[in-house]
């Protein structure tokens, strides 16, 4: 993956005549469902809160409204989760810390090239890093990490204020391989959100 930005960015500078843009964007992210697979005999309450994060993409404009480039997503959150053991006389109480870092190739297509409003559709697919601290109360803190896949996909509109400046909002989705290994955790996790972005041209 770092070949492929390394050989897109070279090639946009070799070209002047290419438009290179910056796409930064601050995000709020709701889990669509949980990402967990308890056995069946726990009642378990599951507290998900909001994945608050970051996106940034370097968009090399090949024409046509078409930008192609390397992007970079972090995701963090907190899950409360409390699970009722039917054999004892106490709850577990768990905390699941998780930082997650998305490094893939997007694609973006921006309907409108002119004018103040320009919306767009972007998608992205790449490889999710991922690093869970769990803690359970009164017992201790367990840490594991992984890697698996990532797919984003996204709507948009930008206003321009300039030629080379422009404020947007956004609604992103996110589907990814957990790639954590443990026997509670499901195969793939999805959420919904929404961001606030910031572009640069040059």
């Known amino acids: 993956m770092r070949r492929i930005a390394v050989v897109l960015l070279l090639a946009a500078l070799a070209a002047g005549a290419l438009e290179v843009g910056v796409t930064l964007s601050a995000r709020g992210l709701f889990a669509l469902e949980a990402p967990y697979s308890f056995d069946s005999f726990w009642d378990q309450a599951v507290e998900t809160g909001v994945r608050y994060g970051f996106g940034f993409m370097l968009n090399l404009h090949l024409g046509g409204g078409f930008a192609l480039g390397p992007c970079v997503c972090g995701t963090f959150f907190t899950d409360d989760i409390s699970l009722d053991d039917p054999y004892s006389d106490y709850d577990h109480d768990y905390a699941y810390d ?16 002119k004018g103040s409003y320009r919306p767009w559709v972007r998608v992205a697919g790449g490889y999710l890093s991922t690093d869970l601290t769990v803690t359970e109360k009164g017992v201790g803190t367990t840490d594991s990490s992984g890697g698996g896949w990532g797919a984003e996909a996204g709507l948009g509109l930008d206003l321009y204020m300039a030629d080379y400046f422009s404020v947007g909002v956004s609604c992103e989705y996110r589907l990814t391989g957990v790639g954590v290994d443990s026997e509670v955790l499901a195969d793939t996790a999805s959420a919904l959100g929404a961001g606030v972005n910031l572009g640069f041209s040059f």
Not at 98 to 113: I, Q
């Open 98 to 113: 998780w930082t997650e870092f998305f490094f893939g190739l997007g694609a973006r297509y921006d309907f409108v090239t």
